[in-house]
Structures are given as structure tokens and as C-alpha cells.
């Protein structure tokens, strides 16, 4: 297992168009998160699942943002309508429930967002 | 609210030498977990190092070390011998007992040569 894997690694769209990313996490952890990053800052927690049951959403997480994870495996996080306030990089990260990591998050290399 | 404070945006080491980067935080919580995140230049985030609140015993991991205060809500990082390779921005990031990180700002860690 290689790790966290994030497609596209990069994104320049325009205003005003939807765009979705792919999360791959580690394969034996059942919990995946995304956080956004702005530059200069930490991140900041979105959304997290457990399996494919999406448990908690954060207030940042606008109605023009949905994530899925269907098969409780890989995850995509979409954004429709974007902004140029959206422009950041997102980050996911996977974390096992049981073992000697429980509760460790292990991050993917993230996908940074530019909106022209 | 629980809220995450790193009060050193920048901090520079020469190389070999010891640095201590601060944290504080404010939960009602009793049962955590906090952690060290390094993020370097266009990396990914690594984990540096762990902490159960519940533990009384301070983590390290070879030249990593943590001096956990929980009653003052204080989580530094020591890194000891500092290394080229040690240069990136470091979060602290605690999980309080809600399955999320909630990460501080980062201090920023230039080494030295």
C-alpha cells in the first residue's frame, strides 16, 4: 500500500464551474476525512466518513459542496458553482479504528485549487 | 469552543541545536488525543509524533519529544540535534474526543546550516 492518493493533484478552473476530486485512502482504514488548506494556514475539517456513512459536516461545508463515499472505499469531493474564495488546497486523510495507529490520520498529498 | 494556539509563527535553529515549538489549547474535554503534524515545502503532512491525554508519561520518537501539561492545556515539541531535513511547517493538532484534528496556525521552522 503506497498510502493516501489524491486525484488531480492540481485544478484551474473558472468561476462558476463545478469540479470534483478523488480520494484513494490506505485500504484497511475505514475512516476517510477532507480538510481545506488556505495558504499560511492550518486546515480545516470539512467532512469525515466512517465506511460509507458520512458522520459529521462542517459549517464550511456550503451547499455547494458534497462528498461521497459510496463503496466505503474511495471518496470524491465536489464543488459546484465555484468561487474564487474556493481556491485552496484539499486535503484528505485516512485513519484506521483499531491497532497500534488508531486514530492517527495519515494525509494524502492533496489537490490544490486555483478559481480564475 | 475548542481552539488551538501556536503562538510562534517563525522560528529558526542552527543545525545540531535544540528547539522547543509551543502549543496551547482550550477544551472541556478530559479524554483526547493531541498530535504534531510536519508539513514540508509542497509535501504532504506527516505525522511527527502522539499523545494520549490520558497518559502521564511525555511521547518521544528519537529526536522528537513532547512536554505535555494538561492541567495548563500545553503541548510543545522539542526536536533535539536539528537536521536540514527537519525544515517545514509544523502544526499542532489535537483530536478532541470528535474524530477531527483541529489544527493551530503552524510555526514555520528554518534550520540553520
Known amino acids: 500500500d503506497t498510502g493516501v492518493s489524491q486525484d488531480p493533484r492540481h485544478k484551474i478552473t473558472k468561476r462558476g464551474q463545478n469540479v470534483t476530486f478523488r480520494c484513494d485512502p490506505i485500504s484497511e482504514h475505514n475512516r476517510l476525512y477532507w480538510y481545506r488548506q488556505t495558504l499560511g494556514q492550518g486546515p480545516e475539517f470539512l467532512t469525515y466518513?466512517?465506511?460509507?456513512?458520512?458522520?459529521?459536516k462542517s459549517r464550511l461545508l456550503s451547499d455547494r459542496f458534497s462528498a461521497e463515499r459510496p463503496k466505503g472505499s474511495f471518496s470524491t469531493l465536489e464543488i459546484q458553482r465555484t468561487e474564487q474564495g474556493d481556491s485552496a488546497m484539499y486535503l484528505c486523510?485516512?485513519?484506521?479504528?483499531?491497532?497500534?495507529?488508531?486514530?492517527?490520520?495519515?494525509f494524502g498529498p492533496g489537490t490544490r485549487l486555483t478559481v480564475l | 469552543a475548542q481552539t488551538v494556539t501556536q503562538s510562534q509563527p517563525e522560528m529558526s535553529v542552527q543545525e545540531a541545536e535544540t528547539v522547543t515549538l509551543s502549543c496551547t489549547y482550550d477544551?472541556?474535554?478530559?479524554?483526547?488525543?493531541l498530535f504534531w503534524y510536519k508539513q514540508p515545502p509542497s509535501r504532504q503532512m506527516i505525522l511527527v509524533i502522539r499523545q494520549e491525554a490520558y497518559k502521564q508519561q511525555n511521547a518521544t520518537e528519537n529526536r522528537f519529544s513532547v512536554n505535555f501539561q494538561k492541567a495548563a492545556k500545553s503541548f510543545s515539541l522539542k526536536i533535539s540535534d536539528s537536521q536540514l531535513g527537519d525544515a517545514a511547517m509544523y502544526f499542532c493538532?489535537?483530536?478532541?474526543?470528535?474524530?477531527?484534528?483541529?489544527f493551530g496556525t503552524g510555526t514555520r521552522l528554518t534550520i540553520i546550516p
Open positions: 466518513f466512517q465506511n460509507e456513512a458520512q458522520l459529521e
Open positions: 486523510a485516512s485513519s484506521p479504528t483499531t491497532g497500534e495507529v488508531y486514530n492517527e490520520q495519515f
Open positions: 477544551t472541556s474535554e478530559s479524554d483526547y488525543y
Open positions: 493538532a489535537p483530536n478532541f474526543g470528535n474524530e477531527k484534528l483541529t
